[in-house]
């Protein structure tokens, strides 16, 4: 039958029942080896146009489906779980997907890969998602066309597109080599939940064999032909700037082919890595010191009497009255201190600047970003210059990688050829932008029946540059360093929230209503609100690491719940339950409880000794609807607590986790296992230190991160699937719970609440002293 | 300089080279290995890791010139993606990686025990992993794709 297929049909099409038969070669992975054929978290416009569907997928004859994708994986599961998703769209194997990521020349700019926005920006009804649901309703409205048959008589396998009475055509002999020349349609219907066939699944990571195996390329197995090696030299502290550089002192060294200096900037560039290792270790460099740092030991006091930058979230303007009022008024001041991203490789780029171009291979979240960056520093034209994602060592935010990229760039440019630089451990630690210091302090009051009836928390948070973005370059240390100025703060007072509730910080605990205007966008029940934010100037650069100020704010919030929770005898989840009011975190708080086989009782445990020294176990509970509405989870730790050393072992957690519909549960719950033995080395063990001028954590001596030795509490996890919902983040959700159910868990153990992380043997035994 | 003949993974290689060079810049820059890798400099987290004579060397720290006629085994030099190594095969049937990054450090260090002490304990697995760092916390995991090589091998 060849019936005449209408315009009218094709635009049907695009509602029409297409069936992509299941079939196990679909999450097959691939077995050869894996070669990567290689702030704004929105998507921008670019030369590659992301509105143009051909900016995101091509057909070739063979039926290959090339992906582009401007959000790259770094260890966290992208590049697996992107496979899937245009795999799923476009119902064919996995195998037959090819995707690249963020490379400034061919991929569409969706500004950096962080902030738990991956999944978000490319899983719901836009971008990668929308344009892979685009190009299968373009496909079988040419089916149709081709096959001559109405496209709900179709079916979609593997690639092929049949009819029902027998006529095929592959994607390949539709359209294969050939532009779509179509833009992406909002209004292209994605494949639910309830059909996926490869999204949904536990595939496994499909770099696993190369990583395994030690074929992998990473950033710092990078070759450019002719590439030459530089280093660099950091100031002793931050603000120190250049007085002399005594060039003479590194002539001896054989393969030196120069010193570089610019402004502050100074590096060495030589043939082999050994020798610009000998030559940066030798060079004279005179500094100017800077004007000194703040003393440590009275840091957290100073942070909040430095002129700040205010924002006021939320503000029921009935805060005093109703604490005047109150029948008991409780307070309680947290701190955080700064932590390093200290990846596990420290930060490494190659980059080749010539006279008119420039290539930069970086592990960069941003490559987008990083290519304005090298432009600044290089004074080449934007255009010409392409910055390519390698990935590096897990990152977990801003580390180094931005600013060696910016090394790299600046050392090839003085001497013309490829430079390779990776930094040593020590100026990893004092290159990156650290995790910002914070102080937060809780106020409530609380009814006669013991309900919080008012919440006032003000938070103090240190701030010094930060990502790059497009144009600040000066964000991170080499910036700052040839010439750029870092973003800093301007002092400014709050003014009263307009708009929606803005909760990306997580300042707001859950508990209250946020309500600004009449609209409520907060968790809780409690509606005499205030929550006050300050940014003060740090002395270090700061940037986002793993739940930026979210993890923080969230410790201080969950520890506090915790602290009335005792004050008022209640049981720390069902109080919670009390002043909770969203269905999704109330559900987390539940199906966790549920899974520990919570005991539920007031804390502390009854019976405990003020001076007992014998080891106790309890259990601590904390909550987040991470970013207000990216993420929901649920944490129960239990730990040991050895009341004569001070040290913590913790010995279980338990996690509810809902980031919506799960794209890979296997990826998901690698990321939450993970997530969680950072959150634990981040809350027991990890702080930067320094003296009157310089850090000094700068190595894995000083620096006090968990090793694979460590004995790590066994690892419960409910995954809560809710396909109808929008995909959250699901990378940062769980790290942000630790802190503050483990101090939780070291109360109701021994009575003793720590209100500083990390919980340092010294810091639990000094909170064991002073208990009540 | 110096001309210093070094064997790796089977194959013996001459390269004229300062004899101070740590090892690991010879395998990564010289002979572009991808197994071991740069992490600290200062052998605290084993992400340099390689096998000499049987045991878990840090190269960032050896000189090239210790090594001599000793052959060295990286972790590409284990098994090949098409042939893994059991104990390589045991990490990807437990998806115990993230980055990836602290790879060599991991399954060279539990290899040279295991094949030491094949009934080692788990309390014998962790303290000879007590200098081998893994940033994204892939502990879970590797705890288990260590034990799992270790019941393949009894």
Known sequence: MNREISRRDFVKASGALVVCFSAASLIEPLIEPFALAQGPFDTHSSHVDPEKLDSWLAVASDGTVTAYTGKCDFGQGMYTVQTQLVAEELCVPIAKVKLIQCDTSVTPDQGTTSGSQSTPTNFNTRNLAQAAATAREALVTMAAQKLGVPADRLTIENGVVSSNSGGRVTYGELIGGKHFDLTVNASAKRRSPDQWKVLGKPLPSMDQLALMTGTFEFVHNVHAPGMVHGRVLRPPDTAATVANVDEKSVQHIPGLIKVVVRKNFVGVVAEKQWQAAQAAKDLMVEWKPGPGLPAQKDFYDSMRKQPSRDLMLVNSNDVENKLKSAAQVLKATYSHPYQAHGSIGSSCAVADVQADHATVWSATQSVYPTQHGVAALTSLPLDSVRVIFVRGSGCYGLNAADTVSYDAALLSQAVHRPVRVQLTRQEEFISENYGSACVIEQQVGLDANGAIEVWDCETWTASFGGRPGYDKPGNVITGMLAGFDPETITPRTAVEPTGELRNGNNAVPSYVVGCISGKCGGAGSIRSERVLTHAVKSPFFTGPLRSPVRLQNTFAHECFMDEICAYVKADPVAYRLQHLRETQIIDVVKAAAKAARWDARPSPKRGIARTATGIVTGRGISCVAYEGDNGYAALVAEVEVNQASGQVQATRFVVAHDCGPISNPEGLRNQIEGGVLQGMSRALGEEITWDDRKVTSTDWRTYHTLSLGTQVPAIDIVLMDRPAAQATGAGETAITLVAAAIGNAIFDATGARVREVPFIPDRVKAALFRRA | ?154
């Open chain 2, 1 to 154: 300089m110096a001309a210093i003949s070094l064997k790796v993974n089977g194959h013996l290689h001459a390269v004229d080279i300062d004899p101070s060079t740590p090892l690991l810049y010879v395998l990564s820059d010289d002979l572009q290995l991808r197994g071991p890798k740069f992490g600290c400099g200062l052998a605290q987290c084993g992400a340099c890791t390689v096998m000499i004579k049987g045991r878990a060397v840090r190269s960032c720290v050896m000189p090239v010139s210790a090594v001599k006629e000793q052959e060295v085994t990286t972790l590409e030099g284990l098994g090949t993606p098409e042939k893994p190594h059991a104990i390589q095969q045991a990490f990807v049937d437990e998806g115990a990686a993230q980055c990836g990054f602290c790879l060599s450090g991991v399954i060279l260090t539990a290899k040279a025990l295991l094949d030491e002490n094949p009934k080692a304990s788990d309390d014998q697995m962790r303290a000879a992993l007590s200098n081998v760092l893994c940033r994204c916390f892939t502990h879970t995991r590797m705890m288990r794709a260590i034990r799992r090589y270790q019941r393949s091998r009894a």
